[in-house]
């Protein structure tokens, strides 16, 4: 039972456009909630993160929407640049509880065309 | 700081072999985490560890695997005998600040078993 989804396996972005990278989540105890990036035949590295108090974060082109009642959270980037491509984790964790853990999903393949 | 450090980077092994991955956490870090990634389940935890000592070992999938962490610097994970099913990257990851923070990974281990 996958609590984090990523239902897009791919998508494609023209230079300059915005990026959408959706994910889902079903427990509803997450209250916190991260994204990470990674490059072919590097690990995962952090990009940004959101608790559940909060609605949005930004930083730079990066943006996280989380709505809760949906149980759903975006990253937006603007504008996507072609070092953008690369795979996107998200991954969500019932942060205050001393006995979780984080959760990725299956991952996003972005590429970014010129 | 050098980070992570996984070796080997790559391991080609046949089935039924005994198979030896090995991690150097960041200095500091208290948590250590051992992930697989296949392209059906994402990025899947195995087992962690705070302060050397393993927490959750529930996503360890079976027997053959199994992690030590003999000191602060320093993790294996060790699959016994190898299946080809095992093939996949398997990351470390180290924390400083708790089992649901910002996670700094390594570059993997791409093991093929045959």
């Known amino acids: 039972d996958q609590q984090v989804k990523q239902n897009s396996p791919s998508l494609s972005v023209q230079e300059g456009r915005i990026s959408i990278l959706n994910c889902d989540y079903t427990?509803?105890?997450?209250?916190?909630f991260l994204w990470y990036k990674k490059y072919p035949a590097e690990g995962p590295t952090f990009l940004i993160s959101i608790s559940s108090i909060k609605d949005k974060n930004e930083d730079g082109r990066f943006t996280v929407f989380l709505n809760k009642s949906a149980k759903h959270l975006s990253l937006h980037i603007v504008p996507s640049q072609p070092g953008d491509s690369a795979v996107y984790f998200c991954a969500a964790s019932a942060k205050y509880s001393s006995a979780s853990k984080i959760i990725f999903g299956s991952g996003t393949r972005l590429s970014i065309r010129p | 700081d050098a980070g992570v450090i996984q070796s080997p980077r790559h391991e080609v092994t046949e089935m039924g072999q005994e198979v030896t991955l090995r991690c150097k956490p960041i200095s500091g870090h208290d948590y250590l985490f051992w992930y697989r990634q296949t392209m059906m389940r994402g990025l899947e935890l195995l087992i962690y560890f705070n302060n050397n000592v393993p927490i959750d070992d529930s996503g360890m999938p079976e027997d053959r695997f199994s992690a030590k962490m003999p000191n602060a610097s320093f993790s294996t994970l060790k699959i016994q005998p190898s299946e080809p099913r095992d093939s996949a990257v398997y990351f470390c990851a180290s924390s400083g600040q708790g089992n649901t923070d910002t996670q700094y990974f390594g570059p993997g281990t791409r093991l093929t078993v045959l």
């Open positions: 427990n509803s105890m997450f209250d916190y």
